[in-house]
């Protein structure tokens, strides 16, 4: 079966180009525009000076790092001074922490997207304290409209536990990003060319697997203890997810796969980092086009970005670190401050970030649906797991687009900072599900149910 | 104890012990959080392993269909059916660690029947594929499962594991794989129900060559030997190149394989006067590392004792262009005391200060005894470190820095309850192989290793049991682990919260 799968990808790699997608979600979901969010996240914060914005809330200048969002400018919201409140509130030592005191920086994680702190913090084996809301809105998205996909978790060298994921559901160590574009091209496209009413050995064969393995989880759970069980629940969803994602096409809809183009090393050479992500955003922005998922989560490094070298920024990004043997991205950032040469290293790196960002926004722009385009349905939330000051106690947060009009946006926002920490972080969260059409007030520390202020249109 | 997956040295070692060497799969699987005091392996099965898991388990399956008839011979004058039976319980039986059940048998007949006839139509070998992708993709293969397939023995509250389940214990501890045909006959024959049944089998283990990979495994993690093909040096101190990079790591293995399983010793781990030195360690060594192009073993000069002054713990616990006594003195205080130092707090600069003209490397660390709020926590760790300044950031020995005499001098405080002054390493590490808390630290150690979680009053039996055994025969290893083997913490579980024990 294999072999069957790899000459049916290689059939749509070919022409890939051009091929109409079965099976999509858009008769499901009626005729309305469907509401879209995309999550991207990563670590090591900002050069806050150089983020930071000057001037008013609707007449403003943007700081280095963000100038490649200057096109989008009217459709944006810049926000800050919101921070892990609930993070820094918890009782860190009853959590398994060493003493009372939170490491901050990169325990970031378990709290950007969920809004409670970790439930458990041992041996860099950390849980989250609940669903991150990129995962609750998909959850509830899928009581009332069937996609192929609930949501997509991706992330150019990411990796699974600690520090590679900011997706939870429920308690749990967290769904561990794909990486591999290509695996992600064949997971979201493959087999949605067929012509109606074929049948596909290599499909029903692989069907009868995973009901095998579904039987077999659920015969081989049932004595386990309670944890287990949910560990083994997350297994089973894991298949159920894709036994659904095969179920039988009978819809057709005109919407075209990107083409991937000829396969690379998304491993090892991270000079190749730079083309995975943009094959990433292309496989993402097309996913919504097709209405293949409403809600993905993109990760652009995991907690310390020990692997990424910003070759392709120039020879200064190359070479020997200051406290690494190479000037990789923990390198940079810890040595922001050192001297004009160290931030400016930085503060590149951050917008080099947010120019592909940018280019991602820029695609769902200039596609146009409706009366607009993609981006005004389409949420990007840039935040990052740490804010400065390697914490989390000020954690910045960007949105571009819009949900149908739901957000005022060309806006810069400050809200207020006591005793260096920001404003919980819940009430933007809670924004982003209710703008989404999901019940934001059950999400998160109930404590901080509510949506932030001054947001909506 | 919570679910465990196979991690990935243990599913590719698994893959061999199952198909052969050499079969493996090209399917990269996602990296791995390291459990670093636990030694834990993964428990997560996502979407993404989920996804790789299949990739691999259709790949090892499509590369080993056309040999099924040697791994699995079958006479098929008895018709392909009757083949299909016997592969499941059979050659399955090895796939499950354990006896397949009535239940499970039926399952993956019901799955190849399904195959066969139309609309899929598979041939037999087709098939067979199938089920030999779907049982590696099963629970009952990806999974350190400790339920056993029949009901469990309750004896006082504890869960007594079975046969299988402690020869799956022993092999994956000490030989990071599956059980081999002795195990599994050891198993089925209630050998392994008695505590002097498993010290036998963990005797025969530990005399096999795949024990290495406990020792290699356990103290690799320590000193983060998989670091080392990344391991780069300010080209000003020196430029590591690949044979050197090798040459460390030849002489990490030959000597830890060695001290450890050879001769068994705790204290020659901390302080044997030799090596395993080959020609490109001239580098570090000098003339000692002699000419040999293999790992040839040498007694070294210039203070050098045991694997922490050896190059690849120097080396790796050290910055491109200097040492690091707070790297080094971490490790000696989390690995070899047993002594946890809390993270940095919120909001630290983790790169020491660039070295002015004229300070020596301990001097640019003085704010860690002056400033009160690093003092708490580098007090137990800097001292430490700073027994390891005569090695400078590759560990080649250095009398002086910038002119001056090296101070190596310290004191390691409430060792045994007392506190233990030295000059360098040479007394601070025979300190703590002597000390009761560095053989008790090291008990623990091998003991988390082998249960692969953290520890808890229910293990206080087995750790006190395991120091005197240690103790008794002069520290060597190889009587600890048959000690750990037969001690209820590895025999016994606590049922889960939640578990269904009748």
């Not at chain 1, 997706?167 to 060319?193: C, H, V, W």
């Not at chain 1, 809200?415 to 007030?441: D, R």
């Not at chain 2, 354990?98 to 098939?127: C, N, Q």
């Not at chain 2, 262009?321 to 909001?347: F, H, N, T, W, Y």
Request: charged fraction near 20%.
């Amino acid at each position: 079966m294999t072999i069957t799968r790899r000459g049916l990808l290689q059939a749509i790699g070919a022409s890939g180009a051009l091929i109409p997608l079965l099976g999509t979600g858009e008769a499901h979901a009626g005729t309305s525009t469907p509401k879209r969010v995309l999550f991207v996240s990563w670590s090591n914060g900002y050069w806050m000076p150089a983020w930071r914005l000057s001037g008013t809330e609707t007449s403003f200048t943007f700081g280095d790092i963000l100038t490649p969002l200057e096109k989008l400018k009217s459709k944006v919201i810049v926000v800050d001074g919101l921070g892990q409140r609930v993070h820094y509130e918890a009782n860190a030592g009853a959590l398994g922490w060493g003493k009372d005191q939170w490491y901050g920086g990169h325990d970031g994680n378990p709290a950007v997207l969920t809004g409670v702190p970790l439930s458990k913090y041992a041996d860099n084996l950390e849980q989250s304290g609940g669903d991150s809301v990129d995962q609750y809105i998909a959850a509830e998205l899928a009581k009332t409209v069937s996609l192929p996909f609930q949501s997509l978790v991706v992330g150019p060298w990411s990796s699974g536990g600690y520090g590679g994921t900011v997706s939870y559901k429920g308690k749990s160590p967290g769904i561990t990003p794909e990486s591999d574009p290509f695996n992600l091209f064949k997971k979201i496209f493959q087999g949605r060319a067929l012509p109606m009413g074929t049948f596909d050995k290599a499909r029903a064969t692989r069907k009868s697997v995973l009901d095998y393995l579904d039987k077999s989880l659920g015969q081989f759970s049932t004595r386990m203890g309670t944890d287990d069980k949910l560990r083994i629940q997350s297994h089973l969803d894991s298949i159920r997810e894709i036994e659904r994602q095969l179920g039988d096409p009978n819809i057709t809809m005109a919407c075209t796969a990107p083409d991937p183009g000829a396969s690379f090393d998304t491993h090892d050479d991270v000079s190749n980092y730079p083309k995975a992500l943009d094959l990433f955003g292309k496989l993402l922005v097309a996913s919504f086009r097709c209405d293949l998922t409403r809600v993905a989560t993109l990760t652009l490094s995991d907690a310390g970005g020990d692997n990424l070298v910003f070759s392709w920024l120039g020879s200064d990004f190359t070479g020997k670190g200051d406290e690494y043997p190479i000037r990789q991205y923990h390198d940079i950032t810890h040595n922001a401050g050192k001297s004009a040469d160290h931030t400016g290293r930085k503060i590149r790196v951050e917008q080099w970030f947010y120019e592909q960002i940018a280019s991602i926004a820029s695609q769902l722009d200039q596609t146009p649906e409706g009366t607009g385009t993609m981006l005004d349905n389409t949420l990007i939330v840039v935040t990052n797991t740490m804010g400065e000051n390697h914490d989390s106690k000020v954690q910045p947060f960007v949105l571009i687009g819009n949900l149908g009009g739901y957000f005022k946006t060309g806006r810069s926002l400050k809200y207020p900072v006591t005793n260096g920490l920001g404003t919980a972080h819940n009430g933007i969260l809670v924004a982003i599900a209710n703008a989404m059409g999901v019940n934001g007030s059950a999400f998160g520390d109930p404590k901080y149910n509510q949506e932030l202020p001054n947001l909506k249109a | 104890m919570p679910l465990r997956r196979l991690s990935q040295a243990e599913y590719r070692n698994t893959i061999e012990s199952l198909f052969g060497t050499g079969v493996t799969t090209t399917v990269r699987f996602p990296d791995e959080p390291l459990g670093p005091s636990t030694y834990g392996t993964p428990t997560q099965v996502s979407e993404v392993e989920r996804d790789r898991f299949e990739q691999a388990g259709d790949e090892i399956a499509t590369r080993v269909i056309a040999s099924l008839s040697t791994i699995a011979p079958c006479d098929t004058g008895k018709g392909e059916r009757a083949c299909a039976e016997a592969f499941v319980s059979g050659f399955g039986a090895r796939i499950f660690r354990r006896p397949v059940l009535a239940a499970e048998k039926d399952r993956l007949l019901a799955f190849y029947d399904g195959l066969r006839p139309a609309p899929i139509s598979s041939s037999h070998s087709d098939a067979m594929q199938a089920v030999l992708s779907a049982m590696l993709q099963s629970p009952q293969f990806l999974y350190h499962w400790e339920l056993g397939a029949q009901a469990p023995n309750v004896e006082g509250g504890l869960l007594r594991l079975g046969g299988y389940e402690i020869a799956s214990r022993l092999s994956y501890f000490i030989w990071q794989t599956m059980p081999d045909d002795t195990l599994f006959m050891a198993a089925a024959s209630g050998a392994l129900e008695t505590a002097d049944g498993v010290v036998a089998q963990a005797e025969r283990l530990l005399n096999d060559a795949r024990a290495s990979r406990m020792v290699l495994g356990m103290i690799g993690q320590w000193i983060g030997i998989a670091g080392l093909p990344a391991l780069a040096k300010d080209s000003s101190v020196l430029t590591v190149t690949d044979p050197l990079r090798q040459a460390m790591n030849a002489e990490f293995e030959g000597f830890a394989k060695y001290a450890l399983l050879d001769r068994g010793s705790y204290a020659e781990l901390l302080t044997a006067p030799y090596s395993f030195v080959s020609a490109p360690l001239s580098a570090i060594y000098g003339t000692a590392a002699g000419s040999s192009t293999t790992p040839t073993k040498t007694t070294l000069s210039e203070g050098r004792m045991g694997i922490f002054s050896q190059s690849a713990f120097l080396a790796l616990k050290a910055l491109p262009q200097e040492s690091s006594p707070v790297r080094r003195g971490k490790l000696v205080a989390d690995r070899l005391l047993c002594r946890e130092i809390p993270p940095p707090p919120p909001g630290f600069s983790p790169v020491p200060p660039p070295l002015q003209p004229g300070q020596q490397t301990r001097e640019a660390y003085a704010e860690h005894s002056t400033n009160s709020t690093c003092k708490a926590c580098h007090s137990q760790m800097d001292p430490l470190g700073f027994a390891f300044e005569h090695f400078d950031a590759v560990g080649r020995y250095r009398a002086t820095e910038v002119g001056r005499p090296i101070d190596a001098s310290g004191t390691v405080t409430d060792l045994d309850g007392k506190d233990v002054s030295f000059k360098d390493a040479t007394e601070l590490l025979p300190a703590i192989a002597n000390s009761k808390e560095g053989q008790a630290c090291m008990v623990s150690q091998v003991t988390r290793y082998a249960l692969g979680r953290a520890l808890g009053d229910f293990d206080q039996a087995a750790l006190e049991q395991g120091l005197v055994d240690f103790q008794a025969a002069r520290l060597d290893i190889r009587k600890l682990i048959p000690s750990l083997a037969k001690s209820k913490s590895f025999r016994y579980r606590i049922p889960d919260a939640g578990e269904i024990i009748q």
